[in-house]
């Protein structure tokens, strides 16, 4: 798979998906942050373009012929473990290649606005792998490249076969992304972070892995 070609498809489609969700700079930029932004967003629409960034994958993946895209009937069922947020609808991508996993979206809300908040997933049933944005509150709001790239990368290590989800139970999970991570609820007593995505990738992890190969 030539990455430089997949994202030169993502982009053509997103020419199109994304021009009605303007992309916008860091709102602090200097780091100041007042207490009113805290408890408030003023404009949620503007996170819809993490739906239109999706919706570019989607095409993109399909024109190649690297998966097919069905909407999921029940985007609540579809997850081995609840996501955080209330799943309103999703789709689902299946690769073509056998021995790669399924690539979830799933769509949320902020302040009932729909298709404010995506879930990326990936898997059947499927785990989740990242969430933006974490908080739709202004004071945490930082432009919408850093989001954009977000979603580009959790979806390139899908792609890819880079990524890979630990479910230790308990709460206890790790998602690895190509070379970065993140943990919830990981254990002191446990293997290290570094140990157990190398035990997962390795297929000799105790606890529930998914991971697949490359799409293509």
Do not use: N
């Not at 994202?7 to 998906?17: C, Y």
């Not at 792998?129 to 979603?151: F, I, Q």
């Not at 690895?176 to 297929?203: I, K, M, N, Q, T």
């Amino acid at each position: 798979m030539d990455q430089l070609i997949l994202r030169r498809a993502v982009d053509e489609e997103f020419a199109v998906t994304g021009a009605d969700t303007p992309p916008w700079p860091d709102p602090h930029p200097d780091g100041e942050v007042r207490d009113a932004e805290y408890s408030r967003c003023l404009d949620p629409g503007k996170y819809r373009i993490l739906a239109a960034r999706a919706e570019a994958w989607m095409r993109a993946l399909t024109r190649l012929e690297l998966g097919r895209a069905e909407p999921v009937a029940d985007p609540v069922a579809i997850w081995r473990r609840e996501p955080g947020v209330t799943v309103g609808g999703a789709v689902r991508v299946r690769p073509v290649r056998a021995g790669a996993v399924p690539l979830v979206f799933g769509f949320s809300a902020i302040d009932q606005v729909p298709k404010t908040v995506l879930v990326l997933g990936a898997g059947d049933p499927a785990v989740a792998l990242e969430t933006a944005p974490d908080c739709g509150c202004d004071a945490c709001a930082d432009g919408s490249a850093s989001l954009l790239e977000m979603v580009d990368d959790t979806v390139l290590a899908v792609v890819t076969g880079s990524f890979v989800h630990v479910d230790a139970g308990r709460g206890g999970e790790i998602v690895g992304v190509g070379d970065s991570w993140s943990a919830r609820d990981w254990d002191a007593d446990r293997p290290s972070v570094e140990e157990a995505l190398a035990a997962a990738r390795a297929g000799r992890s105790p606890h529930a892995v998914v991971r697949g190969s490359a799409w293509g």
